[in-house]
């Protein structure tokens, strides 16, 4: 009996490869995710310890202008951190946007796997009964002979 061959070979191979990329960015953004979240702890961090050396020298005795100087960049660190924080929330967005990709073709992908197993399942049982038509032909054909 002939080899088994899928009509659909080519379509399931760019699924797989379509669900690899898609997998592939969704790493990237993961990891840069990651990086966007240290650095929000690295600005709480330099935020917190804005905050203390202004109390510490406020308590003292601090001039207005280098209070004010402080307080500024106090601020502006606030101002950093609340940017970091959209850009998380932006990042998450775009995760869970690619995970919705990703599914979506790794569904897609395992119909076409389901309906190779299915016909895989087919020939395989065409293959056992070839095979048992043929030794049942054997036998026959072995008997007449005899």
Known sequence: MKKFKFSLDKVL????????REKDILARLRTEYSLLLEEERQLLDLYEKAKRDYE??????????????MLNHIDDIKKQIELQRAKI????HEIEKQTKKVVAIT?????????REKKFEIYTGEVVK??????????????SIS
């Open 56 to 69: 510490m020298r406020s308590a003292a005795g601090l001039l207005v202008a280098d209070a004010a100087i």
């Open 107 to 115: 569904q897609d992908k395992m119909t076409v796997e389901k309906l």
């Open 89 to 92: 929330i932006e990042k998450e």
């Open 13 to 20: 191979e760019y699924r797989n490869h379509l669900q690899r």
């Open 130 to 143: 070839s095979e048992e038509k043929f030794i049942e032909d054997f036998i026959a054909n072995r008997k």
